[in-house]
């Protein structure tokens, strides 16, 4: 038995199916509300482990942090997490391990993100270095088109806008894939497959299950790796040359792919948080 915190804001669907798996596991399970919690710099909590729900603001990653330097184990860690909230480090850290990732660019000036784009060639990719759902990302088809868009952040952007963050365009078959790694193991994969560039299921597109072939699973196990391990989804692409990273992820939503791949993912999650717990 284990005292679980649930460090999230809403209960959705995917901490509903946590907290069931959890129940029938006789852990006890304590949410803690990100709109509740105040932390000083010596609190007790009771807390065996806490599993971070929210991981994409900066708030989250500081009550990770603190929650972990009172010496209680996080799923994932601050490390991990602080990581996969940022484009940039993702970026980096695959290309060091040797993993396949699209080219990137990264400026922290209108005019110097222009002459990168200039650079790189269009279409380019323009992302904020944090963020997710597929929000705020731009296709940008030439210079016309990046002098506007610069323009119009430099003047509406917000702090999180400063990083310009761009990445090589790449021609994919109507689909990408993404891949959820617990641990160790490779758990289940999907398409998703749509005709926006943007294959993400707020922009209509639909999910397929993506058999896992020994290709896609060492490529995903070293790019979970190359971030430090934990509960992550891996984002995918399929080239000419072969399959390519785009993107790392803590596992946020997953209950679109629970029908199509068959997976109890949050017994996954579960195993892994019982098993790292019980290491520490
Ligand atoms: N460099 C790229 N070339 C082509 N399509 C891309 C590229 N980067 C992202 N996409 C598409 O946009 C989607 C969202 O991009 P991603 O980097 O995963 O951001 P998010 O954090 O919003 O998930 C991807 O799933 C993919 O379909
Ligand atoms: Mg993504």
Redesign the pocket.
């Known amino acids: 038995m284990l005292n679980l915190g649930l460090l999230c804001t809403q209960i959705k669907v995917e901490e509903k199916l946590l907290m069931e798996e959890a129940g029938c596991r006789v852990h006890n399970v304590i949410k803690a509300d990100m709109r509740d919690l105040v932390f000083g710099l010596e609190n007790y909590f009771p807390f065996d482990v806490v599993l971070a729900r929210d991981f994409m603001h900066p708030r989250d990653l500081c009550a990770l942090f603190l929650l972990e330097k009172a010496n209680i184990r996080t799923v994932n860690s601050y490390d991990v997490a602080r990581r996969c909230s940022d ?1 940039v480090a993702v970026s980096k850290l695959l290309r060091k391990n040797g993993i396949s990732t ?1 080219d990137v660019l990264v400026a922290f000036t209108p005019e110097s993100a222009l002459q990168a784009m200039d650079r790189m060639g269009y279409p380019v ?1 323009l ?1 904020p270095a944090v ?5 705020l ?1 731009a ?1 940008v088809n030439d210079r016309e088109g990046a002098e506007a868009l610069l323009e119009h952040k430099d003047h509406l952007g917000s702090y999180y806008h400063s990083i310009f963050y761009m ?6 078959p109507g689909r ?1 894939i ?1 891949v959820i790694v617990v641990g160790d193991e490779v758990v289940c994969a999907i398409y ?1 497959v ?1 005709k926006h ?4 299921p707020d922009r209509g597109a639909e999910i397929e299950n993506c058999p896992v072939t020994k290709e896609l699973q060492d490529l995903a196990l070293k790019a979970a790796r190359a971030v430090g391990g934990g509960v992550l989804s891996i ?1 995918v ?1 399929e080239t000419k040359d072969g399959l390519t990273v ?2 790392v ?1 803590g596992v946020g939503e997953f209950r679109h792919m629970l029908e199509p791949t068959g997976v109890n993912i949050p017994a996954k999650i579960l195993d892994y948080v019982e098993k790292v717990t019980v290491n520490v």
Not at 197 to 200: D, Q
């Open positions: 484009k699209p990719i992302k963020g997710t759902w597929g929000q990302l296709k990445q090589k365009y790449i021609p994919k990408d993404q998703r749509g560039w943007i294959t993400h984002d692409m785009h993107e992820n």
